[in-house]
């Protein structure tokens, strides 16, 4: 059986060797294979072009080798093949690290401190500059998936104050406070905002010039879902209109984000190039083969919801 592989990271090599190490069994073919493109069962891809995957006729699951899923669902070709998205707690992991450190960042007003140093300028104002315990600062998830999940208990551990917004009626209990129905007290209650949303429809413009005039004047925003969710020219009017508000982005409407963006040069926006939760690849390919096992005993594992798109 046939595995083709097709990544646009920048790690192809160490992608390669450890599929080749956990698929033993299976031929690994690159989309140059053109003449193996009918025996191809299994696809472990990242951005796949969309002629590809229509000559791919005989698939039987798609393997993201991200968390999002999008990259598959926007290509016009796709139809129903199963998808396997990653979901892996040492990504979890990478992300909870992210979200503190940004968290830390605002909490501790090292933005500020670091504004003095470009200045040499000793400013121990500790009044206006005092850190907030963690247990006083209220952490809302926007999206409490599985990496929103994982974040949120990390942050728990650590004490601060954590709360989620789902859009559905909360089934489980989720072991914090999940405001399923009102968002404008979930956002007014939040001192920081961790959006997780992947990309839908639903969710592009979510956060919005309506969403941002509900948050707290002093408070911080940091996006790690999808570019898309957020709607930058209003965030750019927000940030010059509060100069209490901060915003942590690692991903953009465009990738990578283009040099006449505004943001780049907001003093009080962090950003990073969609490194939050990058993938560890040898974790993953290891989970891709545990997925595939099961498929071979005749388990369909797939949990993408085509009706919610994501
Ligand atoms: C990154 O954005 C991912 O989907 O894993």
């Known amino acids: 059986m046939t595995i083709l592989f097709y990544t646009t990271f920048s790690?192809?090599?160490?992608?390669?060797?450890?599929?080749?190490?956990?698929?033993?069994?299976?031929?690994?073919?690159?989309?140059?294979?053109?003449?193996?493109?009918?025996?191809?069962?299994?696809?472990?891809?990242?951005?796949?072009?969309?002629?590809?995957?229509?000559?791919?006729?005989?698939?039987?699951?798609?393997?993201?080798?991200?968390?999002?899923?999008?990259?598959?669902?926007?290509?016009?070709?796709?139809?129903?093949?199963?998808?396997?998205?990653?979901?892996?707690?040492?990504?979890g992991d990478r992300m909870s690290n992210h979200a503190l450190s940004q968290i830390l960042n605002f909490q501790l007003n090292l933005k500020k401190y670091s504004h003095y140093q470009g200045i040499k300028k000793w400013v121990d104002d500790i009044e206006s500059y005092a850190p907030l315990e963690n247990n006083k600062l209220t952490i809302g998830i926007l999206g409490v998936g599985f990496l929103g999940k994982h974040v949120a208990n990390s942050l728990k551990k650590l004490d601060y104050k954590v709360i989620g917004f789902k859009k559905n009626k909360a089934k489980k209990n989720y072991g914090f406070k999940i405001y399923d129905n009102n968002l404008n007290q979930f956002i007014s209650s939040s001192d920081v905002i961790i959006s997780i949303l992947p990309s839908t429809k639903e969710t592009t413009n979510f956060i919005n010039k309506k969403f941002l005039s509900k948050m707290k004047k002093k408070s911080l925003l940091i996006n790690v879902g999808r570019g898309n969710t957020l709607n930058e020219k209003d965030l750019i009017l927000h940030l010059n209109k509060q100069k209490n508000f901060y915003s942590s982005l690692d991903v953009f409407q465009n990738e990578p984000l283009p040099k006449s963006s505004k943001l780049w040069s907001h003093p009080n926006v962090t950003i990073t190039p969609h490194v939050a939760s990058i993938t560890i690849?040898?974790?993953?390919?290891?989970?891709?083969?545990?997925?595939?096992?099961?498929?071979?005993?005749?388990?369909?594992?797939?949990?993408?919801?085509?009706e919610n798109g994501y």
């Open 281 to 306: 690849v040898k974790s993953a390919v290891k989970q891709m083969h545990l997925v595939y096992q099961k498929y071979k005993k005749g388990k369909i594992i797939s949990d993408v919801k085509l």
């Open 11 to 91: 790690d192809a090599k160490i992608w390669k060797k450890e599929i080749k190490k956990q698929f033993k069994n299976e031929k690994i073919v690159s989309i140059d294979d053109k003449k193996n493109y009918k025996k191809v069962k299994y696809a472990i891809i990242w951005n796949l072009p969309d002629n590809i995957l229509k000559k791919l006729t005989n698939l039987k699951i798609i393997f993201s080798q991200g968390a999002g899923v999008d990259h598959i669902l926007n290509l016009p070709s796709y139809k129903q093949t199963p998808i396997i998205r990653l979901k892996d707690p040492a990504m």
